[in-house]
Nanobody
Framework: QVQLVESGGGLVQPGGSLRLSCAAS????????MGWYRQAPGKERELVTT???????NYADSVKGRFTISRDNAQNTVYLQMNSLKPEDTAVYYC??????????WGQGTQVTVSS
């Protein structure tokens, strides 16, 4: 019942920044938390960061201190500010929501490439 659309990916040089957006629509009242996952070529999909409806955040160790998740409740949008990007951050980034009852909804992903 929740649809997610990611945007903001692209090509950036090492040390640069990108800001990803994820717009949610549909039954957004059922969302308990939102977050970002990523999957690099040949690797497992991994959790990057989450934010609860109460604003509690957590981050993977690999992005701690460099990435910041935030939300805009008025626009039902979650953001991922990515600073000091490294080549190992290259991946497809997926928006995800955890819904009431344990259900999940996924976006289609947006490509982030960090390369000189």
């Amino acid at each position: 019942q929740v649809q997610l659309v990611e945007s903001g990916g692209g090509l950036v040089q090492p040390g640069g920044s990108l800001r990803l957006s994820c717009a949610a629509s549909g039954s957004i009242f059922s969302i308990n938390a939102m977050g970002w996952y990523r999957q690099a070529p040949g690797k497992e999909r991994e959790l990057v960061t989450t934010i609860t409806v109460g604003g509690i955040t957590n981050y993977a160790d690999s992005v701690k201190g460099r990435f910041t998740i935030s939300r805009d409740n008025a626009q039902n949008t979650v953001y991922l500010q990515m600073n000091s990007l490294k080549p190992e951050d290259t991946a497809v980034y997926y928006c995800n929501v955890l819904m009431t009852g344990g259900r999940r909804s996924w976006g289609q992903g947006t490509q982030v490439t960090v390369s000189s």
